[in-house]
Structures are given as C-alpha cells and as structure tokens.
C-alpha cells in the first residue's frame, strides 16, 4: 500500500529565509515522488520530480528535495523564501498507476 | 499557463441532478486524470485514462463516470448528486501514462451542490 504524510499543516517563514516543508511516505513498490504547488483558485503546478535517479533533485523556482530511502522522505527545500512562494504544497506518491497526495502544507511568507 | 483546459469553471446545481464536466488535454498528452478536492477528504485521484482507455482507478464512486473521446477530450459525468459531492474537480494530462508520468493540471471546475 502507498501513503504519503505531510508533517506540517502550516509553515511560515520570513522573506529571505530557508523554506523546509516535509514529506514522509510509504510504498510496497519503488514509488515516483512529486511536489507540486498551488495558489488560490488555480489548478496544481509541478514543482519536482523523483524517478529513481539521482537523489537530489531540484525543480522550478529554486526548490529541491532529497529522496532518503532509509528515512522514506521526500523533504522539500528553499534556500531562500520570496513572497510569490505563498501557496499550499502537495507531495504525491505515485506506484502502480495509483496517486497519492498528502493533506498539504500551507506555506505563509513573512515580508 | 498549463494547457489543460476544463470547462466549464462553476457549476451550481441541486441535489439529485446530473452534470457533465469536460476536459481538454495539452496538446499532445494521451493521459487524461480526474481528481476530487475537497475541504474534508484533501485531494483524491478519480480516475486515468490513456488513449481513449481506462487505465487507473482510484476513489471514484459508482454514480460517477468518465469517458476519453477520439479527439482525446474527457468526461466526467456525476449524477444522483449528493451535498457532499460539492468540490473542486481537476482534470490534468500527461504525454503517457506510467506512474512516473508528471501531470499538467487545469484550473478546475468548482461545484456546488445546493
């Protein structure tokens, strides 16, 4: 079975400080792992992939996750936090043409 | 901009109705998703479609139903509507349909039942 665990509902943080949102998951399969993030009132934007390449990946907008097989997590990261980064934020496990999106994480940056 | 089209954006009806949403895919993408959003149950996947076939089944109850035409356009039809089928429903595309596939996804259709 597959299931994907967003630890924080809400995160807030200061304009110009590192963003860290986490992701933790479960697969019976080698599962693909995505980030993907929406603003109000619009459809979800893919942010990030994994596929069993290289570990770290990094995606649009200067994010980046590491996928940690032995700590099954799927972290997503910002060195640096601007304003348009205020969104929710879905980590989404995919195996076996299932998909799996976790409850989300409401990002708020600080100006 | 995504490509992903779907139309149309709200939807108000009453308990009991039948309604159709539709969805265009990118230029190109064969698979076709249609996934439920929600305040009490997140985001669910409905269901896949790859060229014009069935491929994937999630959460999808039996008073839904979809459909991915010849032009590769989909379909999603909900009837015997209930209140709590009030949500946001999105349709995303990919140009394939394995797992590791990333989705474009519209903006939605906001239904509302009443």
């Known amino acids: 079975a597959q299931s994907v665990t967003q630890l924080d509902s809400h995160v807030s943080v200061s304009e110009g400080t590192p963003v860290l949102l986490r992701c933790n998951y479960s697969?019976?399969?080698?599962?693909?792992l995505f980030w993907y993030v929406q603003h109000p009132n619009k459809g979800l934007q893919l942010l990030l992939k994994?596929?069993?390449?290289?570990?770290l990946v990094k995606g649009i907008n200067g994010f980046e996750a590491e996928f940690k097989k032995s700590e099954t997590s799927f972290h997503l990261t910002k060195p640096s936090a601007h304003m348009s980064d205020a969104a929710e934020y879905f980590c989404v496990v995919s195996a076996r043409n299932q998909f799996y999106f976790g409850t989300g994480t409401s990002l708020t940056v600080i100006p | 901009d995504s490509g992903v089209t779907q139309t149309p954006k709200h939807l108000i009806t009453a308990t009991g109705q039948r309604v159709t949403l539709r969805c265009s895919p990118r230029s190109g993408d064969l698979s076709v998703y249609w996934y439920q959003q929600s305040l009490d149950q997140g985001l669910q996947f409905l269901i896949q479609y790859y060229n014009g076939e069935e491929r994937a089944k999630g959460n999808i109850l039996e008073r839904f139903s979809a459909q991915q035409f010849p032009d590769l356009h989909s379909e999603l039809n909900l009837s015997s509507l209930e209140l709590g089928d009030s949500a946001l429903y999105f349709c995303a595309s990919s140009p394939s349909a394995g797992p590791n596939q990333p989705q474009h996804f519209g903006d939605g259709t906001r239904l509302s039942i009443l």
């Open positions: 994994y596929t069993s390449a290289a570990t």
């Open positions: 697969s019976s399969y080698s599962p693909s």
